[in-house]
């Protein structure tokens, strides 16, 4: 079993930033792909990034060159950089660990979920 615990939401105006955590605790998180997605009411769960033990990332178009996904995994934390927010942004952004890449798994599969942190950005 892995716990996510998401944090780091809030606020911010167009064109701020902001730093989404998520604290993992039980099994091995190394040996997981870390990952992040996002949803807006009325529709489904997004691919936002991901990133595998290695180190290798990957993002959704949208998201190339605002956002960074990185990862302690001395410290068992997952990271959100979210920079150049836009409105378009807004969202409840959760954590997500899976041992197959984020990117192409369905979000009805994927294996653990944090519990959601709401990011609003301002026009």
């Known amino acids: 079993q892995v716990q996510l615990v998401d944090s780091g939401g809030g606020l911010v105006q167009a064109g701020g930033s902001l730093r989404l955590s998520c604290a993992a605790s039980?099994?091995?998180?190394?040996?997981?792909?870390g990952g992040w997605f996002r949803q807006v009411p009325g529709k489904e769960r997004e691919f936002v990034a991901s990133i595998a033990w290695s180190g290798n990332t990957y993002y959704v178009d949208s998201v190339k060159g605002r956002f960074t996904i990185s990862r302690d995994n001395a410290k068992n934390t997952l990271y959100l950089q979210m920079n150049s927010l836009k409105p378009e942004d807004t969202a409840v952004y959760y954590c997500?660990?899976?041992?197959?890449?984020?990117?192409?798994?369905?979000?009805?599969?994927?294996?653990?979920w944090g519990q959601g942190t709401q990011v609003t950005v301002s026009s």
């Open positions: 039980g099994r091995t998180f190394s040996s997981y792909r």
């Open positions: 997500a660990a899976d041992r197959r890449e984020l990117s192409g798994v369905p979000p009805y599969e994927v294996d653990y």
